[in-house]
């Protein structure tokens, strides 16, 4: 059984930081993608950032040079580092992984609950 556990959301002053963790737990055979997205009320869930096995990363513009995503494969956890925080960046977080638990399986999205972050001005 696979889990997404998010956390770090809280709520900060605008130029603020804050780092969010997502701990992974249950097995999988193998990850394709680990990333962050975001859903602003009102709006479509978007790719903040997000790490490509055997490739790297890629952020969304509106975060490039502000957030860092990095993982932690002994902790089995994501991070999303995020620094000079506005307004704009209030949103749910969302940490997902697209992989397959099995050899035989198709690789699967898999999410978590979401955390809030709240910027203010």
């Known amino acids: 059984q696979v889990l997404l556990v998010e956390s770090g959301g809280g709520l900060v002053q605008a130029g603020g930081s804050l780092r969010l963790s997502c701990v992974v737990s249950?097995?999988?055979?193998?990850?394709?993608?680990m990333g962050w997205y975001r859903q602003a009320p009102g709006k479509q869930r978007e790719l903040v950032a997000s790490?490509?096995?055997?490739?790297?990363?890629n952020y969304a513009d509106s975060v490039e040079g502000r957030f860092t995503i990095s993982g932690d494969s002994n902790k089995n956890t994501l991070y999303l580092q995020m620094n000079n925080l506005g307004p704009e960046d209030t949103a749910v977080y969302y940490c997902?992984?697209?992989?397959?638990?099995?050899?035989?399986?198709?690789?699967?999205?898999?999410w978590g609950q979401g955390t809030q972050v709240t910027v203010s001005s």
């Open positions: 997902s992984v697209v992989g397959r638990v099995a050899r035989t399986v198709t690789p699967k999205d898999y």
């Open positions: 249950g097995f999988f055979f193998s990850i394709d993608t």
């Open positions: 790490i490509v096995s055997d490739v790297g990363t």
